[in-house]
């Protein structure tokens, strides 16, 4: 092949490859295309809700005739607005309770809806049962068309069944010993004489199983065909709950908000910050919304796709409960057929904790609710940190001593890093005065280009380099970003006791001050005091070292930032997790023992010499040493001219 044919092949292949990029749609256009589609979908909608208008008036007719047939008058009063569920609109609104080793949660005969739930092996900070939300506000409600009239079941009192028979037991239901336990909740429809069609209803099933935070849901429609019209393709899930406070403090990191999934895996939040009220139209194809707290989430997840859905988080400004916190909603529209005579809507609830173990043991993604940084950091978490971490945690040791064991773990991988960086600091300051000596002997500006061509000749022939301290430092960047993400959002330090500290998941208050200090707060946490002193004293020690190694070189202004970031680390860790300041305080003191261990195994002299018999050996230049100098030769020639 000669030269010409390889770069034809090279050119096809370039204009192949950049014809695929051109070609591949951005980020915007696949936004433009799923609002196209959304726009679609509203344009469906709204011409189903006309068509349901238009089969209500012609049903007018229908209804004044069963009006007529039917003396009692509450009943025609209750068909004209339900049809023909006016028979399960009236009722006795109970509680049925469902109960394993993991959860608690209360079903409201009217609605048919998990009205609250219980965690049973939690407790909120000031050691109440943690129930998630309120069941004087929650709500869920299926909004669809029947008899050409508007259905909330909501408005419909639900009959028990057990296995599919029916159920008059004690309200509180357990799997006494069995795997799981369906109960079914059904909402008779009743004929044109007002009686109660035993073959025709719309059912709630819930399956609880054993040692599961998942509740099965099923929505089912049995023998509704001509009742519910046969161009329905979706009916609508409103889901609203009120979550209750359980932590003592939230911070910037892990909140409160709402999470979902599209059916691609993409998984979002509504917010990526800390918002009092934000609402989002999400695109057709979620596979799931999260409802999510701190360390607790509350998630519908839809065995297929839902196929759109509104969402939208706010604050109250005068809540109902002194324990409110946010008011999280969803507005669902699921799949459904009309033509089928029996459909079944096939959901699932996670009623849980944010542990990463539990939620990735589901294989729904869940478990990226918790914020462990982003994907450059992020498997940093997810392969090392948490598996080490729940690997120390099984032995029952405190949990203060876990994060130390795991500080020595990581500063032992990362030790041939720092000693790297120390060898690199000390050579500098073995070179100081030969680096002294060229900055004397070239002072003119002119010379600024011999000065930097003999300093590097320096640095090439004792093997040393400036810039050989910044990689370390970087190498040990993501494992820094890492760590700060995962203490705040490890629910396994949830009320752990450490020292003073009685909970390592929230601040450790030593002292509560009567008044708010902006961007510090209005408490004193200890274990962020001593982590800021210790900073500021590496701080010292590490600007001494580079003035050593620098002498005038280095920059003022840096060293003040330098010194200004430990202060400013101390408003912004004061309301943060007590285990993240006291890993970085292990960190400091950690570092200062490796300094200490390095300067007496590193005997500057030994080194000196070594550099010196380093300096004796010819050195090969390097391609870019070649054209600095060739660079320098042509500016000589060019100042002679």
């Known amino acids: 092949m000669d030269k010409n044919s390889l770069i034809g092949i090279v050119l096809i292949l370039g204009i192949l490859i950049g014809w695929s990029v051109w070609m591949t749609p951005s980020k915007e256009e696949l936004a433009q295309q799923r609002h196209i589609q959304d726009s679609i979908n509203r344009v469906n909608k709204e011409r189903f ?24 008058e509450s009943y025609a009063a209750r068909y004209n607005q339900f049809g023909s569920f006016a028979n399960a609109s009236v009722g006795e609104n109970k509680t049925l309770t469902l109960e394993n080793e993991l959860l608690k949660v209360d079903l409201s005969s009217r609605g048919a809806y998990v009205k609250t739930v219980e965690l049973k092996d939690y407790k909120t900070y000031d050691s109440l049962p943690l129930i998630g939300f309120d069941e004087e506000t929650s709500k869920f409600n299926l909004e669809f068309i029947a008899d050409g009239k508007g259905i909330n079941s909501y408005d419909l009192y639900f009959e028990p069944y057990i296995n599919g028979f029916p159920y008059e037991g004690n309200e509180t239901l357990t799997l006494d010993g069995r795997d799981s336990l369906v109960v079914s909740l059904r909402a008779y429809v009743n004929d044109a004489e007002g009686n109660k069609s035993l073959d025709k209803y719309l059912e709630y099933r819930y399956t609880m199983y054993k040692d599961q935070y998942m509740l099965g849901f099923d929505i089912v ?98 809540p109902s409960n002194k324990r409110y916190q946010k008011s999280m909603s969803a507005v669902i529209d699921v799949p459904f057929e009309g033509l089928n005579e029996d459909n079944k809507i096939e959901m699932s609830y996670y009623f849980g904790p944010n542990n990463f173990k539990v939620l990735k043991q589901y294989d729904l993604n869940l478990e990226d609710q918790i914020p462990l940084g982003g ?171 580079m003035q050593q190694a620098q002498g005038d070189q280095a920059m003022p202004g840096m060293k003040f930032m330098m010194y200004l970031m430990p202060i400013m680390f101390l408003g912004i860790f004061n309301s943060y997790s007590a285990g993240l300041s006291y890993y970085y305080l292990l960190v400091n003191l950690i570092t200062f023992l490796q300094m200490y261990l390095f300067k007496i195994f590193l005997n500057e002299d030994k080194l000196r010499k070594q550099i010196e018999k380093a300096k004796r050996k010819p050195v090969k230049k390097s391609n870019f040493q070649k054209r600095l100098e060739e660079m320098q030769r042509q500016q000589q020639q060019q100042m002679r001219r």
């Open 49 to 72: 809700v006309r068509d349901s208008i238009a089969m209500a008036e012609a049903n007018a007719i229908m209804t004044e005739k069963n009006n007529s047939i039917v003396e009692d």
């Open 375 to 545: 994907k450059l950091v992020s498997w940093i978490n997810k392969l090392i940190v948490i598996n080490v971490f729940n690997w120390l945690g099984q032995y029952g040791w405190n949990y203060g001593v876990v994060i130390l064991i795991l500080t020595l773990i990581i500063k032992i991988c990362l030790m041939p890093i720092a000693f790297k960086s120390y060898m690199s600091s000390a050579k500098m300051r073995v070179l100081k005065p030969e680096i002294d000596e060229i900055n004397a002997k070239y002072p003119k500006q002119e010379d600024a280009m011999k000065k930097q061509q003999a300093i590097m000749d320096l640095y090439k022939k004792a093997g040393a380099s400036p810039t050989s301290g910044c990689l370390p430092m970087l190498l040990q960047f993501p494992i820094l970003i890492a760590i700060f993400r995962f203490f705040p959002s490890s629910i396994e330090l949830r009320q752990q006791p450490f020292l003073w500290a009685d909970d390592l998941s929230t601040y450790d208050s030593i002292l509560d001050l009567p008044f708010n200090i902006p961007f510090y707060g209005d408490h004193v946490s200890l274990f962020t005091l001593l982590m800021t002193v210790s900073t500021l004293l590496y701080t010292y020690i590490n600007n001494k070292q």
């Open 221 to 318: 429609t049995n023998n509704l065909k001509g009742i519910i019209p046969a161009n329905t393709r979706f009916m609508t899930i409103d889901w609203a709950v009120d979550v209750l406070k359980q932590e003592k403090a939230s911070d910037r990191i892990n909140f409160e908000t709402i999470y979902y999934m599209y059916t691609n895996n993409d998984v979002e939040a509504l917010s990526k910050t800390e918002v009092a009220n934000e609402e989002k139209e999400l695109s057709s194809g979620v596979k799931w919304i999260s409802f999510k707290q701190k360390f607790f989430s509350y998630a519908l997840i839809s065995k297929d796709s839902f196929d759109d859905a509104f969402v939208e988080l706010h604050t109250k400004s005068r």
